[in-house]
DNA sequence: TTAGCGGAATATGTAATACTTAATGTGAGT
DNA sequence: ACTCACATTAAGTATTACATATTCCGCTAA
């Protein structure tokens, strides 16, 4: 009985129920008649009768646009196109318990090449109040003498990197992100969090300070090596 | 009733249906009982039932996380769970003409973050497959005689990185974002995108074949430093 | 005995109907 | 002209019934 679950692992072909395509017929009513956001989309009961179908199916097709947020519908207003969280989607799947190892390392990964590439973020956006912060964080790890204390401050000082490059939607994948990674230290052989590699981030901020656009790349892929060297 | 003025006020902002409940249900009840992909998951019937509402609302919620890709049904079998494609939340809500300037702005500076830190992944997965396929769209590029052309060898060349990259994830997150990135060219005030800032792509393989890890992100930068000034 | 044929049982997919609830519109009466 | 009650509308929920596909089981026949 164990052998039939690979073997018959080619079957599912592609089958489509009539939520799926009154979901893509909505789609592309949205896009082809380029509706923006407030404007109202025609009623349920309308959708049902112009597409042929039940009501019932029209709904589960809404339900799944108003989850992603593309959608609103009030009691007697009938329902109206919203611009949408473009990361709701990610923040409604990447669950850490869900996610297999291998897709969860990818993330870190991931990760790993956003801080790297965030430089340039930085020297556009960053202001004294941000690199305060920064400097007061440092401050805090370097008198933390517990180790939960150091890691907060690791995770503290990364994600006002992430504030200070004033994008909202890169700072909102960070912290979609975040709870994975969590996940990914377990495999990576319970490294020293606080002290990674030969750049600490006191010597981030002072490149952050000098303006240093050349030198920030390099100084964070010393910073974060141990995590490099262990892909 | 001035109790009730009280209430009123916190009342509008809660309002969540009945199938918002079950879906957040299902996800505890998976999450809870760590449920594997492959796993079954309760009848529709049952899970109606067991929560006290209709069988219609039971659907609507696992019609969402069916489109999410977290579960599958077949007609008898009931319902398993499945892994996810991370990705798939994503897609559904990226399409460039419903997404607002500001957000396709955001975006595109995202990918110049991943570009730039992209390096480390390139050095550690390069093959000579791939290196070959990058001198072949330089080659290209420089034969182009057309502006169509070169905008192509621009995009295989890009393309081809995240390909070496070997992480699919990121790979995925990359074919989603590039749809969007076409309509983001328009503000940048028409950019010659083929010979794009100091460093061309045959200076770019170059450090690739000399494994110079050092020198990747600030070449990167360098090559995209039109579109950086114009953050 | 065994192969295979066919029907029962089961769980999802779809349809139809009715009712509830909240928001909006309307008209009658003071 | 204003207020209040009632009608109206459209989404939310419930119930029922049937269709369809799949599995299970048992029966018959070679």
């Known amino acids: 009985m164990s052998i039939e679950n690979d073997l ?3 079957k599912p ?3 489509t129920t009539m939520a799926d395509q009154v979901e893509n017929h909505l789609r592309e009513y949205i896009i082809k008649r380029s509706i923006k956001p407030g404007d109202p989309i025609p009623k349920e009961t ?3 009768q112009s597409l042929g179908v039940s009501r019932n199916v029209v709904r589960e097709a809404l339900s799944r646009l108003r989850m992603l947020g593309m959608i609103e ?3 007697k207003r009938g329902m109206i196109l919203t611009q949408p969280d473009v990361m709701k989607g990610l ?3 990447i669950h850490p318990t869900i996610l297999d190892e291998h897709v969860r390392k990818q993330l ?3 990760r790993l090449v956003l801080e790297v590439g965030l430089g340039d973020l930085l020297f556009r956006r960053k202001s004294d109040e941000y690199l305060k912060k920064l400097d007061a964080i440092v401050e805090r790890e370097q008198k ?4 939960i204390e150091r890691i907060r401050c690791e995770v503290d000082f990364h994600a006002t990197l992430y504030d200070m490059a004033g994008n909202e939607t890169l700072k909102r994948f960070q912290d979609i992100l975040m709870p994975v990674f969590e996940y990914v230290v377990e495999y990576e052989s319970k490294l020293d969090h606080t002290s990674v ?3 600490t981030h006191a010597d981030l901020v002072k490149i952050l300070y000098a303006d240093n656009a050349e030198a920030y790349p390099n100084a964070m892929r010393k910073h974060l090596m141990p995590h490099l060297d262990h892909l």
């Open 91 to 93: 923040e409604l799947i």
């Open 46 to 48: 309308e959708i049902a």
């Open 8 to 10: 018959f692992k080619l």
């Open 13 to 15: 072909i592609a089958y």
């Open 197 to 199: 590699g030969s750049v």
């Open 108 to 110: 870190f990964e991931l």
């Open 73 to 75: 519908s009030r009691k």
């Open 144 to 147: 933390a003498t517990t180790q």
